[in-house]
């Protein structure tokens, strides 16, 4: 019987007008080990630097969650800084990966997004989701802090908003506000709406000028070139937290709730 840290996928698939699909799983309401995040940075990253794809559509598998974050098994067994810093950096890895890919990527939120799936949302450059997509930053809960995710998120929703969620931290925020926050472009009744809006963007994006496409992002993502070292400083910060006695304590509450 394999372990929650040793399950779950990532695919791609390329169609024949070069729309990558990229899609991630993990049985446990997706939220992801520290393989399956390197995975997704890796894929990212490939995907990117393949000349037959001009475009990304960034998913998760089933109906329901987004993303709950990172494996909370895998977070329970840390018990050293370096460790810690390896398990915080995943996140941070997937992020770095869609700032720094070249191609433009377009994000499909089908439910709810905790912490990490948060930070993923934030880090696609337009992103589409459902009425049920709500969102929280849920670290502090536990003993921690949204440290990595916390730029990606900061840049799309702005300081004020970011921190609402921040120190509301088992607050639920609603896809609406999410979207009037500037995290989402649109959401939609339901996902056959969204894929349909998806489609739509992707075909379009398809047939655009790759080289303006390249440069546009670049843009974007302007005065963001510091991240593979503030993301890994931060992913520092949260390795070091979740030595402590009170973060410990504050994990197996919630673990027994």
């Given at each position: 019987?394999?372990?929650?840290?040793?399950?779950?996928?990532?695919?791609?698939?390329?169609?024949?007008?070069?729309?990558?699909?990229?899609?991630?799983?993990?049985?446990?309401?997706?939220?992801?080990?520290?393989?399956?995040?390197?995975?997704?940075?890796?894929?990212?990253?490939?995907?990117?630097?393949?000349?037959?794809?001009?475009?990304?559509?960034?998913?998760?598998?089933?109906?329901?969650?987004?993303?709950?974050?990172?494996?909370?098994?895998?977070?329970?067994?840390?018990?050293?800084?370096?460790?810690?810093?390896?398990?915080?950096?995943?996140?941070?890895?997937v992020i770095n990966a869609a700032r720094k890919c070249p191609k433009l990527i377009i994000g499909r939120v089908q439910g709810k997004a905790v912490g990490g799936g948060v930070g993923m949302a934030s880090a696609v450059d337009f992103c589409y989701a459902t009425k049920f997509a709500s969102v929280k930053l849920s670290e502090l809960a536990v003993g921690i802090g949204p440290f990595v995710v916390g730029p990606a998120?900061?840049?799309?929703?702005?300081?004020?908003?970011?921190?609402?969620?921040?120190?509301?931290?088992?607050?639920?925020?609603?896809?609406?506000?999410?979207?009037?926050?500037?995290?989402?472009?649109?959401?939609?009744?339901?996902?056959?709406?969204?894929?349909?809006?998806?489609?739509?963007?992707?075909?379009?994006?398809?047939?655009?000028?790759?080289?303006?496409?390249?440069?546009?992002?670049?843009?974007?993502?302007?005065?963001?070139?510091?991240?593979?070292?503030?993301?890994?400083?931060?992913?520092?910060?949260?390795?070091?937290?979740?030595?402590?006695?009170?973060?410990?304590?504050?994990?197996?509450?919630?673990?027994?709730?």
């Amino acid at each position: 019987m394999t372990t929650a840290i040793e399950q779950g996928t990532v695919e791609i698939e390329i169609d024949k007008d070069g729309i990558a699909t990229i899609a991630f799983f993990h049985p446990l309401s997706n939220s992801l080990p520290g393989k399956i995040l390197n995975k997704l940075a890796d894929t990212i990253t490939a995907a990117g630097n393949n000349d037959d794809i001009k475009v990304i559509i960034l998913k998760s598998a089933g109906e329901r969650a987004f993303c709950a974050g990172a494996s909370f098994d895998e977070l329970i067994a840390i018990n050293d800084l370096e460790t810690g810093k390896t398990f915080f950096s995943g996140f941070a890895n997937v992020i770095n990966a869609a700032r720094k890919c070249p191609k433009l990527i377009i994000g499909r939120v089908q439910g709810k997004a905790v912490g990490g799936g948060v930070g993923m949302a934030s880090a696609v450059d337009f992103c589409y989701a459902t009425k049920f997509a709500s969102v929280k930053l849920s670290e502090l809960a536990v003993g921690i802090g949204p440290f990595v995710v916390g730029p990606a998120v900061e840049r799309k929703v702005g300081t004020s908003a970011m921190s609402m969620m921040a120190i509301n931290a088992t607050e639920w925020y609603s896809a609406e506000w999410a979207r009037e926050k500037g995290l989402y472009a649109e959401t939609f009744e339901d996902v056959n709406k969204m894929d349909e809006a998806i489609t739509v963007l992707a075909n379009k994006l398809a047939t655009s000028n790759p080289e303006a496409m390249s440069m546009l992002k670049k843009v974007f993502w302007e005065g963001t070139e510091n991240w593979d070292t503030l993301l890994a400083e931060r992913a520092a910060m949260s390795g070091k937290l979740v030595l402590s006695d009170f973060t410990k304590n504050a994990i197996n509450a919630f673990k027994s709730k």
